[in-house]
């Protein structure tokens, strides 16, 4: 297959290689504005060959694309590919803004043309049995779901700025986990955020932005969800889900990778080199991701997390991000029906 790659940064160029390990995968043709992102990329992997912008990589004839741009660019490309016919992958978020996630879902819904937003947590292996555990009733009735995304350093102020805020780039891997796991839609959130006092202006207070974030949620049938969020967390990456059930509980990252100290006296667990970041803890994910995008493409197998699926992620975070700038709860209703006026 040949595999058209958008944006060549942190991890599109991560997901250069991993496209170019699949066995599927014959050719990569990628782009990016940035010469040197490029250069890197088509230096190192012999496959790959670079175009000067996407629409040149759209009219190249590739059987598929992969959207690894800035997520400000999110929805003009999905619209681009999808009008040219070509199966499209696009990184999270669908798009910066709720406006742009309709119109990208708007622009989808009428065509046959598959789309998958990218959530690694639904192919990682722990994710994966924890699911299958809640969905065959093992843990009996859920009480509470807890998700955590701790990233070990913030990314520069320049991605900050386009990323759409905490809620929107870095807590929808957990509200999507938590909607995937339990199967359950978000009603109501509860957001709070923090900044950290020693960033430099322009990283979060400037965009009303958060270094920090909690989010409490309330599914459909009752059950309570915690997100816990930062950009800076000292000792590691780490991501995990919690589910507890009145039968019994269960948790996925918990590996000796966990970046967590025990203080718990003769307890030498976690053993550790802790996570670094989600090139090491998620890449089997982000493999059987890509692999499965191939087969989306080819028809092969049904599209594993489509635009429709993932608004209910976004509208989630549109809740998180006005809650914790008003301070006060904030359902999906409420920012729905201020969205469809
Ligand atoms: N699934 C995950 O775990 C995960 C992790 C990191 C990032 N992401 C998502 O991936 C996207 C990129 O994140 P990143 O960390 O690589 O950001 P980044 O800032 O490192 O890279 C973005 C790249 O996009 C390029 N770009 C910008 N506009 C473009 C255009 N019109 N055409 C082609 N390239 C363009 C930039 O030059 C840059 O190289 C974001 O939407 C982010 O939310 C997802």
Not at 27 to 36: I, K
Request: net charge negative.
């Amino acid at each position: 297959m040949r595999i058209g790659l958008i944006g060549l940064g942190r991890i599109g160029s991560f997901h250069a290689d991993t496209l170019a390990g699949l066995e599927t995968v014959d050719e990569l043709v990628v782009t990016d504005p940035v010469a040197a992102a490029v250069d890197a990329v088509t230096g190192r992997i012999p496959q790959a060959r670079a175009v000067d912008s996407p629409q040149a990589l759209l009219d190249s004839g590739v059987d598929g694309v992969v959207i690894a741009a800035a997520t400000n660019t999110h929805a003009e490309l999905i619209r681009a590919a999808v009008a040219k016919g070509v199966p499209t992958f696009c990184e999270k978020p669908v798009a910066g803004t709720i406006a742009e996630s309709l119109a990208v879902e708007r622009a989808v819904a009428g065509s046959d043309v598959p789309v998958q937003i990218g959530y690694p947590r639904r192919f990682d292996p722990a994710f994966v049995a924890a699911r299958d555990a809640v969905r065959a009733g093992e843990l009996g009735r859920i009480t509470t779901v807890r998700s955590t995304t701790l990233d070990p350093a913030p990314p520069p102020a320049a991605y900050l700025a386009v990323s759409g805020g905490i809620f929107r780039d870095c807590s929808v891997h957990d509200f999507d986990a938590v909607r995937w796991v339990t199967g359950q839609e978000v009603v109501d959130v509860h957001a709070v955020g923090a900044v950290d006092p020693d960033a430099p202006e322009e990283m979060y207070a400037a965009n009303g932005d958060h270094s920090s974030a909690s989010v409490l949620l309330t599914l459909a049938d009752g059950t309570i969800g915690v997100v816990s969020n930062t950009r800076t967390n000292g000792r590691g990456y780490d991501v995990r889900l919690e589910v507890h059930g009145v039968r019994d509980a269960v948790a996925a990252g918990l590996d000796e990778g966990l970046p967590l100290r025990s203080t718990q006296p003769g307890v030498t667990w976690p053993s550790g080199p802790a996570h670094e970041f989600f090139m090491d803890r998620l890449a089997q994910a982000f493999r059987l991701e890509l692999a499965a995008f191939t087969r989306v493409a080819t028809g092969a197998i049904d599209n594993p997390c489509t635009v429709a699926d993932a608004m209910g992620t976004a509208w989630t975070a549109e809740a998180a991000t006005l809650s914790a700038s008003e301070h006060r709860p904030v359902s999906l209703e409420e920012v729905r029906g201020t969205a469809m006026q």
